[in-house]
């Protein structure tokens, strides 16, 4: 039995329509350009502008974000084709699983394991801390044994808002949704607020240079190091066109999560319509409000006196406004609960559509028959993210998370192209023009920005990939549903 088998678009389509895997069709695209929306602007916008400004970009980092924003969006004209054409659940590892093959849909599955739950439990501590911060100004103080596990014994509020909103997931996607557009509505309005109030702050001179010239960084080396950095054996450089690079590497954590917005093309009511919409509508929102959001915090701060763990509320207490870095933080705390409910809303629908294929146990997918919801996968979902997050302080392993998103990133660009090839005849609402060179572009960005993510990073993540392929082929190569059909074939 072939591991590169693929099932065809018109069986991944025909199996969303089996009473006991039938997904509720009551998004909009509205509702998914606000899930793209609530899912990106989080972590990225309210803390890596600092960081990145400060050590790598200066001022440049809104180029940065022009750049990790290009390399979404190439990837993101592929996402739009490919589900437009297969609005199935599972996003990534479907599309491979149809333009690739089923051992590539299980690896990129697998990775998106990793990525969504790793990147919902690290949000979750970041929610955690945001929240203290919050307490704290009005007086209260949570104990130490449960604000943290880091210095404490459990992430007691990480752990809760994790279980609350598995709650919301389970009850229905249209609760969801209005969950979601209420907080990301608060959100936008503290972005929004950020950009007009920090306008009146903002000096010209900070602006100067506006790419600070090379200079020699602290050396990093061994596991530290980058992966360029070790393939060349060139020393690492802060600022410049080097330092615009690293920065886009790393502000591309402010990205992730626009992807989820194509596991959900099965519960959309116009999926060849509205998935499109909703993932380049996001895309493009945010871009404007991340390139402002950050034009706006170094024009108001100089670039190397920026606190990189909390950029803007720091910018605006500097000036004399502790007020507004409350605002802030309100801001913060709603963006970090849409970021979680999204990605966890993903993963769900990721596992959910391995389950359906038989990659993963049969049973866990089964969908509630009230609320049209893969509940059993999603209580394992949210239980498991709790866990981490009340548990472990997660900062190294929140590095793959952008490994693995620009891994899955590549494989979709190549996963298009392929099927364009193999499946000329398809019916593509939406068709990417000049599709070879998007694609190629798209895999270009990606593994250039790959390149600059440390060694730890590169080995974690295939060690992680070498554990997914020992599981493969111990247990879904032989219970997959397309091996399955393969067995009855030969016995007829």
């Known amino acids: 039995m072939s591991v590169m088998r693929t099932k065809t678009v018109e069986q991944a389509i025909q199996e969303t329509e089996e009473p006991e895997h039938q997904l509720k069709k009551d998004l909009s695209g509205l509702d998914l350009t606000v899930f793209g929306v609530g899912v990106i602007i989080g972590t990225g916008i309210f803390v890596l502008t600092g960081e990145a400004a400060q050590e790598s970009a200066g001022p440049a980092v809104a180029i940065s974000f022009v750049l990790a924003a290009i390399a979404c969006g190439l990837a ?175 502000v591309f954590f402010a990205y992730i999560g626009f992807d989820v917005v194509a596991t959900a093309a099965e519960e959309t009511k116009k999926p060849q319509r509205d998935v499109p919409r909703g993932i380049l509508g996001s895309l493009l929102l945010c871009t404007l409000l991340y390139v402002a959001v950050s034009l706006v915090v170094v024009g108001m701060q100089k670039y190397s006196e920026l606190d990189p763990k909390a950029p803007l509320a720091t910018a605006f207490r500097d000036v004399g406004h502790p007020l507004f870095a409350d605002i802030i933080t309100v801001g913060a705390l709603a963006g970090l609960t849409t970021v979680i409910m999204v990605l966890m809303l993903g993963q769900s629908r990721v596992a959910f559509a391995m389950s359906r294929d038989g990659l993963l146990p049969k049973k866990i997918g089964a969908v509630h028959p009230k609320f049209g919801t893969p509940y059993r996968i999603t209580i394992i979902v949210g239980v498991i993210v709790a866990i981490l997050a009340g548990l472990l302080p997660l900062s190294a392993l929140a590095e793959m998370v952008n490994i693995g998103t620009l891994f899955a990133f590549t494989l979709v660009s190549i996963s298009t192209l392929v099927l364009r090839r193999t499946r000329p005849d398809l019916d593509r609402a939406f068709r990417v023009k000049a599709l070879p060179v998007v694609a190629g572009l798209a895999v270009v960005f990606c593994v250039v920005l790959m390149l600059f993510l440390e060694v730890a990073t590169w080995l974690r993540f295939l060690a992680w990939m070498a554990l997914g392929f020992a599981i493969y082929l111990g247990y879904g190569k032989r219970h997959s549903r397309l091996a399955r059909n393969e067995r009855q074939k030969i016995d007829a």
């Open 76 to 250: 993101g004209l592929c996402y739009a084709e490919f589900a437009s054409t297969v609005p199935v659940a599972g996003s990534a590892y479907t599309f491979s699983y149809v333009g690739i093959g089923e051992l590539v849909a299980w690896i990129i599955g697998w990775d998106l394991i990793l990525e969504l739950l790793i990147g919902a439990a690290t949000v979750s501590v970041g929610w955690s801390q945001y929240l203290s911060v919050l307490l704290e100004t009005i007086g209260w103080e949570l104990p130490t044994s449960i604000a943290n596990a880091e210095d404490g014994v459990f992430n007691l509020p990480a752990a809760v808002i994790v279980l609350i909103l598995t709650a919301v997931l389970v009850t229905g996607i249209r609760i969801s949704s209005r969950l979601n557009a209420i907080i990301v509505t608060i959100k936008l309005a503290v972005v929004l607020f950020v950009i007009v109030a920090g306008l009146f702050f903002v000096k010209a001179s900070n602006y100067t240079p506006f790419i600070p010239p090379t200079k020699p960084a602290e050396g990093e080396s061994g596991l530290s190091a980058t992966l360029i950095q070790t393939i060349f054996g060139s020393g690492p450089a802060s600022f410049g066109v080097s330092g615009i690079l690293a920065a886009a590497a790393l």
